[in-house]
């Protein structure tokens, strides 16, 4: 009989299954909503609406996406009303 010696393949996500993932911010996308991704097996979280942390999927990929581009207008029309507002 011959003894097989190969190694199992190191598999990010048993290390998560035993240690928990380890998120980091990926993105912002509003003050209260972020993207996270596990810095070992990259899967991603995000923030939903409750403030809960979900799985990201391609649906909330997309709401991420129009969120940061009606939090990044926001941002840009107070600052043009801190300008106005800081001539009187
Ligand atoms: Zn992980």
Redo the contacts with the bound molecule.
Sequence with gaps: MKKTTTKPPFI??M??NLF????KVSKKVTYHVKEYT??????QLTTNSNGNLIELTPKFKEINAILERIHSKRIERSKENLVTSSIY
Excluded: I
């Excluded at 928990?20 to 998120?23: A, E, Q």
């Excluded at 596990?38 to 899967?43: A, R």
């Design positions: 990010p996500t290390y998560c928990g993932h380890d998120y596990c810095s070992h097996c990259k899967k």
